[in-house]
Nanobody
Framework: VRLVESGGGLVQSGGSLRLSCAAS????????MNWYRQTPGAPGKEREL???????????NYADSVKGRFTISRDNAKNMVYLQMNSLTPEDTAVYYC??????????????WGQGTQVTVSS
C-alpha cells in the first residue's frame, strides 16, 4: 500500500494550496480518506484530523479550525484524494498527512499513512 502526498509548499498568508494524495495497493473506494496535520517541534501535540471524506465522497467532516476554508474531495476512478486549502494563515503551517482508514468486520481498524507534505504559510 502506498499513499503519496504532493502539492505542499510555501505560500503567503491568504493564499491557497491544493494537496493531492495518490493511493495504490488498496481497494480505494472502501476506505474513508482523511487529511491530518502535525506541527513539527510541538512536543506533545498530537496529529490533528483536518478533514475526512466517506467512501462515496458524499460525507465530509472538517475540524472547526478549517471549516469554510478547506475542502476535501476524492476521485475513486483515479484513486486520488485532494485537499483544497484557501485563506491560509500561519497557523496552518504543518506537515500534512494523507490517511486511509477502514473498520474491519471484527471491530479492528486498518490505517495507512503517507509520508507527509510540508505546508508553510508566511505572514
Amino acid at each position: 500500500v502506498r499513499l503519496v502526498e504532493s502539492g505542499g509548499g510555501l505560500v503567503q498568508s491568504g493564499g491557497s494550496l491544493r494537496l493531492s494524495c495518490a493511493a495504490s495497493g488498496l481497494p480505494f473506494n472502501t476506505y474513508t480518506m482523511n487529511w491530518y496535520r502535525q506541527t513539527p517541534g510541538a512536543p506533545g501535540k498530537e496529529r490533528e484530523l483536518v478533514a475526512s471524506i466517506g467512501t462515496g465522497g458524499y460525507t465530509t467532516n472538517y475540524a472547526d479550525s478549517v471549516k469554510g476554508r478547506f475542502t476535501i474531495s476524492r476521485d475513486n476512478a483515479k484513486n486520488m484524494v485532494y485537499l483544497q486549502m484557501n485563506s491560509l494563515t500561519p497557523e496552518d503551517t504543518a506537515v500534512y498527512y494523507c490517511n486511509a482508514d477502514q473498520l474491519t468486520d471484527v471491530g479492528g481498524r486498518i490505517w495507512y499513512w503517507g509520508q507527509g507534505t510540508q505546508v508553510t504559510v508566511s505572514s
